[in-house]
């Protein structure tokens, strides 16, 4: 691969960062002058506050971090601070219909009257509204959804109930092709459609005619998808919309539950383990026998291959992110730089010539250790499938793309504590006793093993009673100490988890933040003291309470490209601000 071919990717993820950081940053300053709401923040496309995250379900106001311009972005925040101050959620929530479709359509349509009620003397917020509305039609239409039937459905439904709402004329390409649709639903919907711009200002009325369209449109797409039940979702071309937004994987992460520790504070944050005599480092694939690992490798290799992630391409793009810039000798006969005194004659014999200069020549070099940790507790063991198949293409694209890579799990030797529990309860109970259980630390590969050599190893993770409790401050604390023995300029250490800490002896004994608190204090020392960048990496939970620089991934589906492309965000992303 060529040095300017690397650099032009570099470039592209950097500047897709550096983008999406902006329109973020800028939309939530917006957001919050227009609502008066000070803890308002995005996040990956997403909204919160200091409750938690605020959903945005209607289909033309969904995000694509890194892709959406800074007019999207606009848009949206504008459409939401309407929402905020124009639409009661309560009579909203209490007319909500259950069923699903009827639901996303009644959700878009309140969407869609606020939206309509933008002042007067405020023609900029018009223009932004329109510009997101149309932006997002423009891609519908590109995907080409609209030559199906469900497709062509919701898109007219969407089209003619904006038009209406906000007075705008559809282009004539869109109303050409809305014609036979429209002409269907006007003899259904007409009176309602009717009806909701009439109400658009009292949201009790308007209710009732938005619930009769909503009834309609689902009625429609429960009979064109009457053999095909279990259908939620209508996809083109990349394009995604949810026709059960309860079910969409962006509404589906909380965040993790965190609180202050009495017992960690009392102790001045002082962290105690009651014993380590039962604690072990061990060797994760000598806990598996032979034949089966050779079974859950077979296992892994048909998933690989159904999953259809381009390894090739995952390793240019990981290289690019992962590379920095090193000064390899000159470029000779420049025409500006350094004067190069060797070519200094030709300036008498050539007095055109310009190419009497030299300059710095760059190449880019990979000097990258990456470790991923991963949470083997209980709740964890539903994807480990899932987890190896992750950790396998990483740690092989990573391996290509001439980056170190280590594979490191925790758990615990015994649930309820174990026989750390029982000397506890032999010595008579002391309060606070602290960690109160047999800690382990899991090797899936080593650093100094290559993917080729450690494959057969790295799926001892698939193994179902590995998976008990968890004890994440220790387990990154040892990671990090693993990271700093390595001779690499960067180092970074992905933690991937579901959850909180959880060990329910230590818990009890101690109470339930004690571990939740540990693992801040921890990651906080280390980002101060320790060159190690630390991510998190949250199966179905947002993990920023824990880790400032953090993703939210689903995992019941599988793993494509798209998910690929995220962790690539989140490692291009340098710095602790990137998702906070």
Known sequence: MTTHATTDIADSIQQRVRMQQKAESLSAVALRALTGRRQLHFEGGRLYDHQGRIPIHAPHLQLQPGVDTLQSYRGVVDAVALRLQLSDPQLHANLLPQEPVERMVFEWLEQLRVESLVPADLPGVRHNLISRYQTWSAAFLDSGATETSLGILLFALSQITWSRLMAHELPEHIQDLLEPTRAGLAPAIGAALAGIRRHRDDQRRYADYALQIAHDIAQRVQSEYEDTPGTKTLQRGGFTLSLDFEQDDGDAYAT??????????????????????????????????????????????????????????????????????????????????????????????????????????????????????????????????????????????????????????????????????????????????????????????????????????????????????????????WACGRLMARDSRRRILLVVSDGSPMDSATNLANDKFYLDNHLKSVIRQITLNQPVEILGLGVGLDLSPYYPRSLPIDLTHGLDNAVFDELLMLLAGRGPAFRK
């Open 256 to 477: 993790a539950h965190s609180g202050d520790s009495v017992v960690f504070a009392e102790a001045q944050g002082r962290y105690r383990i009651f014993t380590q005599r039962y604690d072990k480092e061990l060797d994760a694939a000598g806990l598996v026998r032979a034949p089966v690992l050779r079974e859950y490798r077979q296992t892994l290799d048909r998933r690989v291959a159904q999953q259809g992630v381009n390894v090739a391409r995952l390793t240019r793009a990981l290289r690019a992110v992962l590379a920095r810039s090193q000064r390899d000798g000159w470029l000779f006969g420049q025409e500006e730089g350094v004067i190069d005194g060797r070519r200094l004659a030709q300036l008498i014999s050539s007095p055109a010539e310009r190419r009497l200069f030299r300059q710095d020549q760059h190449v880019p070099v990979v000097d990258c250790a990456v470790s991923f940790l991963v949470d083997c507790s209980g709740s964890m063991k539903q994807y480990s499938i899932s987890l190896a198949l992750m950790m396998d293409i990483m740690v092989r694209a990573l391996g290509q793309a001439g980056v170190a890579t280590e594979v490191l799990g925790f758990t615990t030797l015994a649930w309820n504590g174990g026989r750390a529990h029982k000397d506890w309860f032999a010595a008579g109970k002391p309060e606070a006793p602290g960690r109160l259980n047999e800690a382990c630390h899991l090797v899936f590969k080593d650093a100094d093993i290559s993917w080729r050599r450690g494959r057969a190893q790295l799926v001892a993770m698939m193994k179902p009673d590995l998976y008990k409790e968890g004890v994440d401050g220790e387990a990154v604390q």
